[in-house]
């Protein structure tokens, strides 16, 4: 992909579960929606996980292959210019560095009812709000200039366990996000990319992205980076809450 100068860098997230839900819920999300780790794709291994999935981040290494395959892909298709309201799907474009895990963790909350799963008036609930009727350009904008934001995702990227990168350090994974859009497709959400990438579709009102064909998605694009070493994230509705 072509080198990107960036006006803004964040500090990395670290792929952990814990420290997204702490800052999903520090940007007004409800305290029903958790992340949780997908340790095995396979169906015992998903017995575990709590349903519905709304969304799945995949973390990934980038890598030489990644970056030639994402270049050839891109360089047939047309920037995306739509809004939410016209097609349905938020996207984010990222203009901030080394902050690929908030943009996923953003895809995957503004595009399952966001503004009814999160607080009125909260940094998430106006991002929602702000960017429903605005161009990727517009969006990147409300993003960049979110201090709110950019507070909670520096808290965020300290409470991880290792240690803490530098904010322009290059960082050799990636975080993508897939999820079913309020038009009820299912997509590939990545800010790096020219815009969002239709994967399928949700038939009625099925919430659980994992009766979709998600899985089969995630496998696919694993396969095609030749990834071993990467980590799965679902976006789930916290069962213990759900039953008070």
């Not at 860098?9 to 997204?20: A, K, Q, T």
């Not at 790096?192 to 496998?219: A, N, Q």
């Not at 071993?228 to 759900?242: E, I, K």
Request: hydrophobic share 35%; charged share 25%; proline share 4%.
């Amino acid at each position: 992909m072509a080198k990107v100068t960036y006006k803004k860098h964040f500090v990395p997230l670290e792929s952990d579960p814990d420290v997204f839900t702490g800052l999903m819920h520090d940007l007004g999300a409800s305290k029903m929606l958790k992340f949780v780790d997908i340790w095995s794709m396979e169906a015992q291994g998903l017995e575990t996980i709590p349903r519905p999935v709304l969304a799945l981040i995949l973390v990934l290494p980038t890598s030489e292959i990644y970056e030639q395959r994402v270049t050839e892909e891109e360089s047939h298709r047309d920037i995306y210019k739509g809004t939410c309201c016209e097609e349905g799907v938020m996207w984010f474009r990222q203009t901030i560095n080394n902050a690929c895990g908030l943009y996923a963790l953003l895809h995957a909350i503004c595009n399952n009812e966001g503004e009814k799963l999160s607080d009125a008036n909260s940094i998430l609930s106006n991002i929602i709000t702000d960017c429903a009727h605005l161009t990727p350009i517009e969006c990147a904008e409300v993003i960049e200039n979110s201090v709110g934001l950019e507070r909670a995702h520096f808290k965020a990227a300290m409470n991880g366990s290792s240690e803490v990168p530098h904010c322009e350090a290059d960082v050799d994974y990636h975080y993508i996000c897939y999820t079913k859009a309020a038009n009820g497709n299912l997509y590939e959400l990545d800010g790096d990319l020219k815009g969002p990438v239709m994967k399928g579709y949700c038939f009625g009102h099925e919430e659980d992205i994992l009766k979709c064909g998600s899985l089969e998605m995630v496998k696919e694009h694993i396969q095609k980076e030749e990834a071993r070493n990467f980590s799965l994230m679902a976006l789930v509705l916290d069962p213990d809450l759900c039953r008070e």
